[in-house]
């Protein structure tokens, strides 16, 4: 066991893949040499080369596409987009080709890989580093995607993503790289040496896709969360002194509906979690597979939390960000009788 | 999916992965890039055909000598006052930018990018335009609104996000806009402004107007697609536009190789696109006037599209957020060798006799005042870090020209959060 950060277990992740798994690729800008803005990739290039961890032209587009082509060879790619922010100028090569490649070859071709990219705000990032655009991509068919909230998930989720047969979307929480984030802004952060959940395996393991998990066992409601927002949700359950069930959904699509159903069904009341807007939001598609599938058990209806449907402003970023007020009032809500 | 094993009898293939020649650790030494005599580079008719700029894309249009004298035929023969005025707004963008990088380190806000190095290149740019024509910059441009007059407290107020920005702090840092000063909004998206710029050219075109454009884009995100939707377009519709490359030789940590110079110039794109083409010293402050004027009357006269390089050095880090000692040398910006571009045009004015050492202390303690003074009347309306969260409200605002039902209830929600 090494106590790691976020930073630190994604790096890890990539160093026990790489070292086991020739045929994996890492590339990006600023990618190579200097190990990613974010440092996730440092230290790759100098191990295992030039040819393995290298930088790329500013081109997401170009990223995604050459991805696609080394796939088609039989390479695994596992690329980096600096920003999720920056991912728009890959999304025809993701949605049209990524996306459909297997169903439209009734599987001649496949594209094993693994897309990854900060997402999120919290971090005075403006609307060009702040977005959270994971429902642009739980939308399209043939696409998995990946959120982890922890460096104990976030390196065996890594693993299973560039271990699995299709590709996947992987989006870090870069609020909480260094640290988990109560949403309380005017509060230091705590680093996550401090926490459990930094305690990372040495060596290889996965946390499996499609698996939820469950934060907190309680009774009085279920709340769905992921990334960043499972931390805020949790600090704000503990100050408004709730019996809550806290699960952190971890992969989006293919959801771990059974996990939520049984929940769900204990609980009778259900709020959802997440930082994007909430027009079209991933917490629409929970919202609704909840009403359908638990209806005669809820007790309340389902309640949101979601960031604002405006661009992500760089002022006001704590009125934009759902932090724990806005929880607090929408737990008012599920939990009235 | 099996690989086929290498035939015995054939080379293994290779990647190249371009490196750039220095690292940090390394004695970066530049004394053997080639740097073509300043006053060497003919300059052909501005309604010429393309091809007879093409033997430019691979040279340098420089004006100053390494005497500081103007020579050859780009000298543009500027008026002292132009020159001094040109020198007086580098001198205030050099200032500028180190209050504001300052501002941000003391917490005042959460991020800033300086121009250092590049100051020439987009204040002779706009010297060398009318106030009427448009520019479509990045964010290293701030020397275009300096020298359009535009209020340094206004350039703060934004850098603020405070009130008196008139974006009402939703874009970040530096992230300017000014419609009446013909300067589009800047988008945190690499290269998306370079065809837009195109776009008012053709509308320009369309109207019969006589106004221009020009779009702007750094070395690095010339790797974007929008880069060759700008070029592609600019061509077919021979808009009236100049496309100006900023090859300060940095794209954060990757070098301009990675964006293909190892292999051609920038300004050397020009040719495939049959488009007129130009390389520029980009710290030369004559050099970029004479080729943007150049530009911009061949493209007044219906003559078409210039792509320019302008060839510079990136002298500080990216941004605030950026520490570039983690990928170059300490000393790169020492060894680059085509120098300060304020020390070239002040050595230049003061050999014409029209400027000296006491005018210059005289401008930089002017001007430094006046920063100042304007970032003390920009933080009485505010920074960054002790913004609250009064007047909330207009986040909500301008979504769209009527707010949707939706929109206002989440206002409405807004308001009542945390009471
Ligand atoms: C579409 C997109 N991709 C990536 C980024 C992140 N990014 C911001 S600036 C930058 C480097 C740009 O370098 P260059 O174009 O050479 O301009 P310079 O900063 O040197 O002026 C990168 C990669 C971005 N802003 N937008
Ligand atoms: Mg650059």
């Given at each position: 066991?090494?106590?790691?950060?976020?930073?630190?277990?994604?790096?890890?992740?990539?160093?026990?893949?790489?070292?086991?798994?020739?045929?994996?690729?890492?590339?990006?800008?600023?990618?190579?040499?200097?190990?990613?803005?974010?440092?996730?990739?440092?230290?790759?290039?100098?191990?295992?080369?030039?040819?393995?961890?290298?930088?790329?032209?500013?081109?997401?587009?170009?990223?995604?596409?050459?991805?696609?082509?080394?796939?088609?060879?039989?390479?695994?790619?596992?690329?980096?987009?600096?920003?999720?922010?920056?991912?728009?100028?890959?999304?025809?090569?993701?949605?049209?080709?990524?996306?459909?490649?297997?169903?439209?070859?009734?599987?001649?071709?496949?594209?094993?890989?693994?897309?990854?990219?900060?997402?999120?705000?919290?971090?005075?990032?403006?609307?060009?580093?702040?977005?959270?655009?994971?429902?642009?991509?739980?939308?399209?068919?043939?696409?998995?995607?990946?959120?982890?909230?922890?460096?104990?998930?976030?390196?065996?989720?890594?693993?299973?993503?560039?271990?699995?047969?299709?590709?996947?979307?992987?989006?870090?929480?870069?609020?909480?790289?260094?640290?988990?984030?109560?949403?309380?802004?005017?509060?230091?952060?705590?680093?996550?040496?401090?926490?459990?959940?930094?305690?990372?395996?040495?060596?290889?393991?996965?946390?499996?896709?499609?698996?939820?998990?469950?934060?907190?066992?309680?009774?009085?409601?279920?709340?769905?969360?992921?990334?960043?927002?499972?931390?805020?949700?949790?600090?704000?359950?503990?100050?408004?002194?709730?019996?809550?069930?806290?699960?952190?959904?971890?992969?989006?699509?293919?959801?771990?509906?059974?996990?939520?159903?049984?929940?769900?069904?204990?609980?009778?009341?259900?709020?959802?979690?997440?930082?994007?807007?909430?027009?079209?939001?991933?917490?629409?598609?929970?919202?609704?597979?909840?009403?359908?599938?638990?209806?005669?058990?809820?007790?309340?209806?389902?309640?949101?939390?979601?960031?604002?449907?405006?661009?992500?402003?760089?002022?006001?970023?704590?009125?934009?960000?759902?932090?724990?007020?806005?929880?607090?009032?929408?737990?008012?809500?599920?939990?009235?009788? | 999916?099996?690989?086929?094993?290498?035939?015995?009898?054939?080379?293994?293939?290779?990647?190249?992965?371009?490196?750039p020649p220095y690292r940090p650790?390394d004695t970066p030494d530049y004394s053997n890039l080639e740097i073509p005599?300043?006053?060497?580079?003919?300059?052909?008719?501005?309604?010429?055909?393309?091809?007879?700029?093409?033997?430019?894309?691979?040279?340098l249009v420089r004006?100053l000598?390494?005497?500081?004298?103007?020579?050859?035929?780009?000298?543009?023969?500027?008026?002292?006052?132009?020159?001094?005025?040109?020198?007086?707004?580098m001198?205030?963008v050099r200032?500028?930018d180190?209050?504001?990088?300052?501002?941000?380190?003391?917490?005042?806000?959460?991020?800033?990018m300086k121009c250092t190095g590049e100051e020439a290149i987009a204040t002779a740019?706009?010297?060398?335009?009318?106030?009427?024509?448009?520019?479509?910059?990045t964010y290293r441009q701030?020397g275009?609104?300096?020298?359009?007059?535009?209020?340094?407290?206004?350039?703060?107020?934004?850098?603020?996000?405070?009130?008196?920005?008139?974006?009402?702090?939703?874009?970040?840092?530096?992230?300017?806009?000014?419609?009446?000063?013909?300067?589009?909004?800047?988008?945190?998206?690499?290269?998306?402004?370079?065809?837009?710029?195109?776009?008012?050219?053709?509308?320009?075109?369309?109207?019969?107007?006589?106004?221009?454009?020009?779009?702007w884009i750094g070395d690095g995100a010339t790797?974007?697609?929008?880069?060759?939707?700008?070029?592609?377009?600019?061509?077919?519709?021979?808009?009236?536009?100049?496309?100006a490359t900023v090859n300060n030789q940095w794209a954060i940590s990757s070098f301009s190789g990675i964006a293909?110079a190892e292999?051609?110039t920038f300004a050397?794109?020009?040719?495939?696109?049959?488009?007129?083409?130009?390389r520029v010293d980009g710290n030369d402050a004559?050099a970029v006037?004479?080729?943007?004027?150049?530009?911009?009357?061949?493209?007044?006269?219906?003559?078409?599209?210039?792509?320019i390089e302008f060839f510079t050095y990136r002298a500080e880090g990216h941004s605030?957020?950026d520490?570039p000692t983690?990928y170059r040398p300490k000393e790169e910006s020492e060894a680059w060798p085509l120098g300060d571009p304020i020390e070239r045009l002040?050595?230049?004015?003061?050999?014409?006799?029209?400027?000296?050492?006491?005018?210059?202390?005289?401008?930089?303690?002017?001007?430094?005042?006046?920063?100042?003074?304007?970032?003390?009347?920009?933080?009485?309306?505010?920074?960054?870090?002790?913004?609250?969260?009064?007047?909330?409200?207009?986040?909500?605002?301008?979504?769209?020209?009527?707010?949707?039902?939706?929109?206002?209830?989440?206002?409405?929600?807004?308001?009542?959060?945390?009471?």
């Open positions: 066991m090494a106590v790691m950060n976020m930073i630190q277990a994604l790096n890890d992740a990539h160093k026990v893949a790489m070292r086991a798994d020739e045929d994996i690729v890492v590339f990006g800008e600023d990618a190579g040499y200097f190990g990613g803005v974010f440092r996730v990739t440092e230290g790759l290039q100098k191990e295992f080369g030039k040819e393995r961890a290298f930088d790329t032209p500013i081109s997401e587009n170009g990223i995604v596409a050459t991805a696609v082509g080394m796939a088609a060879y039989g390479l695994k790619p596992v690329i980096e987009i600096q920003f999720a922010d920056y991912i728009y100028p890959g999304y025809d090569q993701i949605v049209s080709e990524v996306a459909k490649m297997r169903y439209r070859t009734a599987g001649e071709w496949t594209m094993p890989m693994v897309i990854r990219s900060p997402y999120g705000g919290g971090i005075y990032g403006g609307q060009t580093h702040s977005q959270s655009p994971e429902s642009l991509f739980t939308h399209i068919a043939g696409l998995k995607t990946v959120i982890p909230s922890t460096p104990y998930d976030a390196k065996g989720l890594l693993l299973a993503a560039i271990e699995d047969p299709d590709p996947v979307l992987f989006f870090e929480p870069k609020r909480i790289y260094n640290g988990p984030f109560s949403g309380h802004h005017d509060q230091p952060v705590v680093p996550w040496s401090k926490r459990a959940e930094a305690e990372v395996p040495e060596g290889h393991y996965t946390v499996p896709i499609g698996k939820a998990n469950v934060v907190r066992e309680g009774e009085a409601l279920t709340v769905l969360a992921y990334g960043t927002m499972v931390h805020v949700a949790r600090a704000a359950m503990e100050e408004a002194d709730v019996d809550a069930e806290i699960i952190d959904l971890r992969t989006l699509v293919p959801l771990d509906i059974e996990t939520i159903e049984k929940s769900v069904r204990k609980t009778g009341r259900c709020l959802i979690v997440h930082e994007a807007p909430r027009t079209s939001g991933f917490g629409a598609e929970l919202s609704a597979l909840v009403t359908e599938r638990c209806f005669y058990h809820l007790e309340a209806p389902v309640e949101r939390v979601t960031g604002w449907d405006t661009p992500y402003p760089h002022s006001y970023e704590w009125t934009y960000f759902p932090g724990p007020a806005r929880i607090k009032t929408a737990l008012k809500k599920v939990m009235a009788d | 999916m099996a690989r086929s094993e290498r035939r015995p009898n054939r080379p293994a293939l290779a990647l190249h992965v371009p490196e650790g005599e300043a006053g060497s580079a003919p300059r052909p008719d501005v309604a010429c055909d393309d091809s007879e700029t093409h033997p430019l894309v691979n040279h004006v000598d390494d005497d500081h004298k103007a020579v050859g035929p780009w000298d543009p023969k500027l008026d002292p006052e132009v020159l001094r005025k040109i020198y007086r707004d001198v205030t200032i500028f180190d209050r504001m990088y300052r501002a941000q380190r003391q917490g005042k806000t959460s991020f800033y740019a706009a010297a060398a335009m009318d106030a009427e024509d448009i520019h479509f910059p701030q275009l609104l300096v020298a359009r007059g535009y209020p340094l407290v206004k350039m703060m107020c934004q850098i603020y996000s405070n009130s008196g920005d008139h974006m009402k702090g939703r874009q970040l840092p530096i992230m300017y806009s000014d419609k009446e000063k013909g300067f589009f909004s800047i988008s945190g998206n690499l290269g998306t402004q370079f065809p837009q710029a195109v776009g008012w050219a053709m509308a320009s075109a369309i109207k019969g107007d006589s106004r221009i454009a020009m779009g790797a974007e697609g929008d880069f060759h939707a700008a070029m592609t377009f600019a061509s077919v519709y021979q808009a009236p536009v100049i496309l293909g292999q051609a050397s794109r020009a040719i495939g696109y049959g488009m007129a083409g130009l004559l006037y004479a080729a943007v004027r150049w530009a911009s009357e061949r493209a007044r006269s219906n003559n078409g599209p210039t792509m605030t957020s520490d983690g002040k050595a230049h004015m003061i050999g014409l006799g029209e400027w000296d050492e006491e005018r210059d202390s005289a401008l930089h303690e002017e001007l430094s005042a006046e920063v100042r003074k304007s970032q003390k009347e920009a933080e009485k309306l505010g920074v960054l870090s002790d913004q609250g969260d009064e007047n909330k409200e207009s986040m909500f605002e301008d979504v769209y020209a009527e707010m949707p039902w939706h929109i206002a209830e989440q206002r409405d929600a807004a308001l009542k959060e945390g009471e």
